[in-house]
């Protein structure tokens, strides 16, 4: 169990990143690095509704960056030192960001400056690392300013013959003391269903936190692997001593401390508990957090030229 709890939430915690970096990046993350547009129908600048509109099979570049869409429109306003600050910038239609290897798959992406969101849509949103896929139903949301990272409705992670399954999973960041973002805690909430190619884990609430090294299955935690079955109110695995748990708890629905019960059928795989030891009801203990500190988001400022298939660099 504790390989295959690290497995997954681990398997969330690095796709998911993946969202953040792609969506923040093409928007200037480097003022240095320019953007290039092309598109096979038009490149157009609306001056009276401050927007650029790039048609047909476009490609953004900037970086290792790549936006394809079929449309990008870039919204901006007009700054008072007469540059041209972009606050909003939209991709519609078979859109996939793609860095480093790992993409981004929606119908629609937008990325809203002031707010600080940057939200992925579609029939078949999916973030794919070479290892790992994640899936949502609703949609990706990555708020920057929190440094926290959300996939919402019916959120599915794929690795290799395992898969972990919940509501939604929030990836919390915080910067280091190098400035940069780390994985700070990560939770898949509601109906968290863990499945191995031996056993299947259920709970309510799965976390895993950075600063103590211990993943969690917590709400009416049940543990199935063959005939065998666990059962208590949290599962704990302490990745740094190799030490899974099961705890007793308050029953549902009810008030008093719960017992962990375990059915074993001799013979059958696993039937010594599969390494877990079911202990006593016991209070977890409070991790510290840290907030993560705001992002800066620098002003844009594109330049327009023409070029060979409608080229348009900033």
Known sequence: MKQFILMSL???CFALPVMAQQQTMPVNPNKNEPMEITADQTLE????????IARGNVIAKQGDVQIFCDTLTADYRETAESSQDIYKLTAEGNVRIISQGNTATGDLAV?????????????NLSLRSPDQTVTARDRFEYHVAQGQLKALGGMKVLRGEDT??????VAQFAEDNTGKRQLQQMEAIGNVVITTPTEVLRGQR?????????????????ITRGQNILEGERAEVNL???????HGGASRGGSGAGRVR???YPGSEGAAGDGIQPVPQSTPQAQPYAAPQPLQQPAVQPQIETSPRGMLTR
């Open 10 to 12: 681990f398997a969330v």
């Open 45 to 52: 600048w609306h001056r009276d509704e401050q927007k650029y």
């Open 111 to 123: 990325y809203e400056v002031d707010k600080g969101l940057a939200v992925m849509t579609g029939n």
């Open 164 to 169: 972990l399954e919940a509501d939604q999973g």
């Open 206 to 222: 799965g976390i895993y936190k950075s600063n103590s090294n211990i993943a969690e299955l917590i709400g009416d935690v049940t």
């Open 240 to 246: 740094a001593t190799n030490v899974s748990k099961m």
């Open 262 to 264: 375990g059915v074993f």
